[in-house]
């Protein structure tokens, strides 16, 4: 009997599936490069460096929670902690931001039900992301704990048993939670219409952040009236809510044209899909 010689091309085949695409890492690359490069990455990345420089190397945080320190003999060292409408302020300021970022969460699991919410599907679950990574998780769960700086009311500039820390010198550790501050971050979080506005309505996208930045700026000061906060911590609120909300917006895509029949690039984001270039 004759031998019959099988010869398989591996060509046949092909190389085994590989996570890497070529070229995708120099793409990506390029694309970091271009979003470095933005306006609205650098300006206000440098305004955030430029103004942490400054107070650490200024006595600008101990000066500014001064000028509302009433003194060490005082019956009321911090009065304004509860005057109004600062007390109004720290009581109800956080229930927009919650109303929008729960609302946002609400809207998202709706719409997998209604199509007519499917339009709205990826905004509404970057409110939902933008509440949860922002205010919530790199503020008050990774921040807060890391760096256990001590209150102003706490410090020993202002009658307190702590020393002063400079903001993003890590604390004594005796659970103080001064840096940065939750109530200004969301106020801050009020610009999160902003990112998912700023493709089409750019007029309407810059009155959502001036909205924001205003917010977390009475949010902020009813904290630092009531010494509770130094300005550099609500300094940080926003810086920390702005880049989340950038890297958010990024993710998802917003704004951006999905291909026919994919209406929502973050459901596709969500499950693994392979990107289609949206762009």
């Not at 002063?164 to 979080?189: E, Q």
Request: with cysteine; proline share 10%.
């Amino acid at each position: 009997m004759k031998k019959v010689k099988c010869k398989i091309e591996p060509a046949a085949f092909g190389p085994p599936p590989s996570p890497f695409i070529p070229g995708r890492g120099r793409a990506l690359a390029q694309a970091g490069r271009a979003a470095l490069a933005a306006p609205t990455v650098w300006i206000p990345g440098l305004a955030l460096l430029a103004l942490t420089v400054f107070f650490r190397m200024s006595n600008a945080d101990l000066t500014l929670a001064q000028w509302f320190y009433a003194g060490r003999g005082a019956l009321v060292p911090w009065p304004l902690a509860t005057a109004q409408p600062w007390a109004a302020l720290y009581r109800w300021g956080c229930y927009p931001g919650l109303i929008l970022g729960c609302g946002g969460l609400a809207v998202w699991l709706v719409s997998f039900g209604f199509r007519k919410l499917q339009r709205w599907r990826d905004a509404a679950l970057f409110y939902a992301l933008l509440l949860a990574a922002g205010p919530g998780l790199l503020v008050n769960v990774a921040c807060k704990p890391c760096w256990q700086r001590p209150r102003p009311h706490s410090t020993i500039p202002f009658g307190g048993p702590r020393p002063f820390v400079r903001v993003l010198d890590r604390g004594p550790g005796h659970d103080d939670s001064s840096f940065p501050s939750g109530h200004a971050a969301m106020g801050f979080y009020l610009m999160a219409p902003a990112f998912v506005l700023y493709r089409k309505r750019r007029g309407l996208a810059a009155a959502f952040l001036l909205l924001g930045l205003a917010g977390g700026g009475l949010l902020g000061l009813a904290r630092i009236v009531a010494g509770c906060h130094f300005a550099s911590d609500v300094l940080w609120s926003a810086g920390i809510v702005y880049f989340t909300g950038l890297v958010l917006a990024a993710a998802l895509r917003l704004g951006r044209q999905p291909p026919p029949g994919d209406p929502s690039p973050a459901a596709g984001i969500l499950v693994g899909r392979q990107g289609h270039g949206y762009d």
